[in-house]
């Protein structure tokens, strides 16, 4: 089956009207899908995985592909511990597939993501 997209997050401009809009900088999350994975258009992300089980740590990996210099570096089953959120930095080379999308991996649907565009 195909993987399920996460929309990157719409964050306010460098210089937003003000007085800020009530949630105009809010993130939003989007559940795993631990069956047949996440995916973002390939931009330069941070994401953000959290771990919202109370009491067990669950894993999330992320596939990479050989970049200009030769490597290649998957992230796999990487533990984040309960109520945790860990970071991760993508760019384009070596995160981004072939089909244009940058892969997220989840044990769980307890695992919530957030992808912020870094450009």
Do not use: C
């Amino acid at each position: 089956m195909a993987r399920t997209n996460i929309s990157p997050v719409s964050l306010p401009s460098k210089y937003p009207a003000t007085p800020l809009a009530a949630d105009a900088a809010d993130l939003t999350f989007t559940q795993a899908d631990d069956v047949n994975g996440n995916e973002f258009s390939g931009v330069r992300a941070l994401i953000l995985a959290w771990n919202k089980h109370a009491t067990i740590a669950q894993t999330v990996g992320i596939p990479s592909v050989i970049d200009e210099k030769n490597r290649k570096g998957d992230i796999t089953a990487y533990s984040i511990g309960p109520g945790e959120i860990a970071a991760f930095q993508v760019d384009i080379p070596g995160w981004m597939q072939i089909d244009g999308k940058i892969q997220l991996d989840a044990s769980t649907t307890d695992i919530w993501f957030a992808v912020i565009p870094l450009d």
